[in-house]
């Protein structure tokens, strides 16, 4: 089995930083302000657009929408195979198994070095078609985590 993670299409990002839903703010250290297009913690000074992002755009109860961080600069989504991206080390992660139906199958709490292996656990469930990567603390949404066919 194996599985992809893709970063947030920085076209998809509505960048107007005059509205309500985004704002421009600066990473005040290296660690704390998750880029969701690299998949990587900016570094302090870097400039990111903090905007709500539907990241679960169903059409059931588990639709959801958070505030996430990107980088300005960031131009194209990082893209992972059967590894795990930088913004997953060092944090607790929530794990949520979604069906194709889009309703929640199970769920995962991964600790700081296991979220490769929770990752591949939830996969063994057939009825599981991907997974959404929260951090565990703040709840904000990090990555999505699909079936890849080789």
Do not use: W
């Not at 509505?14 to 969701?36: E, H, I, M, Q």
């Not at 194209?76 to 069906?99: D, I």
Request: with cysteine.
């Amino acid at each position: 089995m194996t599985y992809r993670i893709n970063g947030i299409d920085p076209n998809q990002i509505d960048t107007d930083s005059a509205s309500a839903l985004a704002v421009r703010v600066k990473a005040t250290s290296n660690l704390g302000f998750p880029c969701r297009v690299t998949l990587e913690d900016a570094e302090q000074g870097e400039e990111l657009l903090l905007f709500n992002h539907v990241s679960h755009d169903v059409q059931s109860p588990y639709r959801s929408s958070y505030a996430v961080y990107a980088r300005i600069s960031a131009a194209k989504p990082a893209q992972y195979t059967n590894e795990v991206p930088p913004v997953f080390q060092g944090r607790p992660l929530g794990m949520r198994a979604f069906g194709s139906d889009a309703m929640l199958k199970t769920a995962g709490l991964a600790m700081p070095g296991d979220a490769d292996q929770t990752i591949r656990r939830l996969f063994e469930l057939d009825e599981v078609a991907y997974i959404d990567v929260h951090n565990a603390a703040h709840g904000c949404f990090v990555a999505r985590v699909e079936r890849h066919e080789t």
